[in-house]
């Protein structure tokens, strides 16, 4: 164990702000006073934590708890069909039926991403309804699961008779629907639909862009 997360953020200003709480704070677009409340004590917001995560390639582990190396786990291309997660070069919203539809369809190669070892396969996201967690142009880690898997409030990649989504799924006050409910909520709506209508769904582990 490596100390405390506030120690841990008066390291990244060490190491990314050059020893300045203002370059870090720059950096994340919080202010200089946010950054000096995070060494103090406060704990920083899961919006903070994720874009340190996401900007500095900091391994999320470290940061929370202080196991492991502070450099994120790298994504690297295998094309050993034995090694890594298959990775299809369809967009989820657009391509992704197919996957399934089509049995001639073959993973362009596989990816190695410790972190999201246990993923089903990946592709990539168009879009902008997810951002900042998931950016357009990223590619995903999904598992596949079933409707009886699914935690409210979490992320997950949903195909329908007739469209493909990538929305955080909540309880809707129709016990025969769900509602999908998008990050960005100032340019998307929050939506309902049928569980009947849901074909396929799969937990969305995470995104990283694309590396290739």
């Keep these: ?6 120690e841990r953020i008066s390291t990244l200003v060490n190491v990314f702000g050059e020893g300045k709480n203002t370059i870090l704070a720059s950096k994340l677009d919080v202010s200089e006073g ?33 196991r492991g190396e502070m450099e994120a786990s ?7 069909p034995s090694v890594g997660v298959p990775y299809y070069d369809v967009d989820f919203i657009g391509g992704f039926d197919a996957i399934w539809n089509d049995q001639t369809i073959i993973p362009a ?13 990946w592709c990539n996201v168009t879009g902008r309804s997810m951002e900042p967690k998931i950016n357009h142009g990223d590619i995903i880690a999904l598992k596949e699961c079933t409707l009886n898997d699914i935690q409210y409030g979490e992320i997950y990649a949903v195909v329908m008779d007739t469209i493909h989504t990538v929305k955080i799924l ?6 025969n629907k769900l509602l999908f409910v998008p ?30």
């Design 34 to 66: 946010n950054i000096r409340g995070y060494i103090k004590g406060v704990m920083p917001k899961q919006d903070v934590l994720e874009k340190i995560v996401r900007c500095f390639d900091v391994n999320p582990d470290w940061l929370l708890t202080g």
């Design 1 to 6: 164990m490596n100390g405390t997360i506030h």
């Design 109 to 121: 190669h596989n990816i190695v991403f410790q972190p999201y070892a246990k993923a089903t396969l």
């Design 74 to 80: 790298k994504a690297s291309v295998s094309f050993e």
């Design 183 to 212: 990050v960005n909520i100032d340019n998307f709506d929050e939506q309902e639909f049928d569980k009947s209508r849901i074909i396929k769904v799969y937990e969305v582990l995470g995104g990283i862009s694309k590396f290739f």
């Design 170 to 175: 909540r309880k809707s006050k129709d016990p």
